[in-house]
């Protein structure tokens, strides 16, 4: 299974397996990865899954569609060129090893 | 067994206020989960109370599951039933407001709005809702008393909607009225005529009240909801005159019941556990502890009992055969109770986290409205604390008639205020 490592903003690190073609999002709501909430189920509605993606990883990603670019502005961390929603990625064989840093915050 | 009268119960809206539904549930969860109801409506549904079916159904949104073919909430009465007689009916068919929507034109329509709705924006909020909470618990904190749902619980989520909307305030009453007298048709409180009279009067006037707005405000437009709403395109067109009078309503009643039921319903069940109360009290600062009390609000509450949908094509659900065009209701109270998901799922736990209950919704029709609901509520949990001591609920509140929205109508209080004014 792929492997997604996530770097929390308290520097910690989670390294988890993800089953083929879960979302990044995914793999942190299912193993307690504290930082990405995902509250309305992975359907890029409340941009509370935020992730900055690592830069040696962002151009291997599938471009983020209308409506994710357009939640992007939604979230509550500041967004950046890496932004990205977690529930938008999915994560397959290629992405083995993908590094996404969480942000401070996703909720009010 | 789940009998004929159950189903007949479950599209009966004076049994949720008289009768058991929680208890009606836990049967349908354990010896029918997806339950073909053959109640007083001419076409039977299938009734889903189980948490993990209630999500597949929400996740096949606007594909597999629609909710424009036959609307998302169950005709309250068989009069109901007919779009040639219920207006409400056909502009939902029509696709008339956001929550009727299905799929391309749901997901450009919900684009336009979600700025506004989105975190960053609500935050902005926080102000306002202050300033609103503070208005509203001034007005009740020296009398010692208040009924908290009129007084309180229902202002809050209309006064700020109506804000965000730049509804004059000398107008604030009659929408107030018209939105109970749509929502709850049946109830005696609020009848004018039969309940589908009932629910075509106010829906004529909320909606022209609306259209009027959106249409001056095309013209001039401002900052506020309804001008946003005007400008709005769906495929290069703007919203017809149906839709604008429908999506204002829809604006304006979504937060308006939802908001008032899980504060009364949250606040109601806080104060039978007075160590909590304590607890929360010490943490009002903390908008963590804050927020993860709301969210079991929400879930303890959950102001929807149910959403509906149509099934667009053959699909199994449960070991059941779900034929193409039937109907299916999930009972989102039920969903939220199921002890498969929830563990102590009827215990009322304020530090229940994670919480991932189904009182937003879930998928593509999520809650728009839930960063705001939140807020408020947190902001106005937080002046509970602060400035209400020994809270008393003085009479046993009455559930309101309606098979859609669950909560009371009144819940009359009795407090010890502290002393200071709301800020």
């Known amino acids: 299974m792929p492997r997604v490592r996530y770097i929390l903003s308290d520097g910690s690190e989670r390294v988890v397996e993800v089953p083929t073609n879960c979302s990044v999002m995914y793999g942190a709501t299912q193993n307690g990865v504290r930082g990405i909430e995902g509250e309305c189920g992975g359907f890029a509605n409340c941009a509370t899954c935020h992730v900055y993606v690592a830069e040696d990883w962002l151009s291997k990603l599938d471009p983020a569609s209308e409506h994710e670019y357009e939640m992007l502005d939604g979230t509550v961390s500041g967004r950046r060129r890496n932004s990205r929603l977690g529930c938008q990625l999915p994560v397959t064989e290629q992405l083995d090893g993908i590094t996404v840093m969480l942000p401070e915050q996703q909720g009010q | ?423």
């Not at chain 2, 189980?50 to 009465?77: M, T």
């Not at chain 2, 009398?143 to 009129?150: I, N």
């Open chain 2, 1 to 423: 067994m789940i009998t004929q009268q159950d189903d007949i119960d479950l599209t009966t809206p004076s049994y949720f206020a008289n009768g058991d539904p929680d208890a009606l549930w836990a049967r349908m969860r354990a010896e029918d989960p997806v339950h073909w109801t053959q109640g007083r409506l001419s076409r039977g549904f299938w009734s889903i109370t189980r948490y993990e079916h209630a999500k597949l159904v929400y996740s096949g949104d606007n594909g597999l599951f629609s909710i424009q073919e036959y609307g998302n909430v169950l005709p309250p009465h068989p009069d109901f039933e007919n779009p040639m007689n219920a207006e409400a009916l056909r502009l939902t068919r029509e696709g008339a407001s956001l929550s009727s929507m299905d799929g391309v034109p749901h997901a450009a329509l919900r684009q336009a709005f979600t700025q506004k709705f989105a975190l960053p924006s609500i935050n902005k909020l926080e102000q306002l809702i202050q300033t609103v909470t503070a208005e509203i618990l001034n007005e009740v904190l020296p009398r010692g008393e208040c009924d908290f749902a009129v007084d309180v619980a229902a202002k809050l989520p209309i006064m700020v909607i109506a804000d965000i909307m730049g509804i004059p305030r000398e107008d604030w009453d009659n929408m107030y009225l018209w939105n109970n007298m749509f929502a709850s048709p049946d109830d005696p409180e609020f009848m004018v005529g039969s309940p589908l009279e009932t629910a075509q009067f106010s829906l004529q006037k909320i909606n022209g009240y609306c259209l009027g707005l959106a249409l001056e405000r095309r013209v001039r437009p401002g900052e506020d909801l309804i001008s946003l709403m005007a400008q709005a395109e769906v495929d290069g067109k703007k919203l017809t005159d149906e839709q604008l009078g429908y999506n204002g309503l829809m604006f304006f009643a979504a937060g308006h019941e939802t908001t008032r039921n899980t504060l009364c319903a949250g606040l109601h069940e806080l104060v039978k556990h007075p160590e909590e109360f304590a607890r929360l009290r010490s943490l009002r600062e903390s908008r963590v502890a804050l927020r993860t009390a709301i969210e079991e609000f929400v879930r303890w509450a959950t102001p929807l009992n149910h959403q509906m949908r149509t099934a667009m094509a053959d699909t199994r659900l449960g070991h059941r055969e779900i034929r193409q065009g039937d109907l299916l209701v999930v009972w989102n109270v039920s969903a939220n109770r199921d002890e498969a998901q929830f563990k102590n799922a009827d215990t009322f736990d304020c530090q229940r986290a994670p919480n991932p209950h189904l009182g937003f919704g879930f998928g593509k029709h999520f809650c728009l409205g839930a960063h705001l609901a939140r807020l408020e509520m947190v902001v106005m949990l937080e002046h509970l604390l602060a400035l209400m001591h020994n809270i008393e609920v003085t009479a046993e509140p009455e559930r309101a008639a309606s098979n859609l929205f669950r909560g009371v109508k009144h819940l009359p209080i009795r407090f010890a205020p502290v002393a200071g004014v709301a800020q």
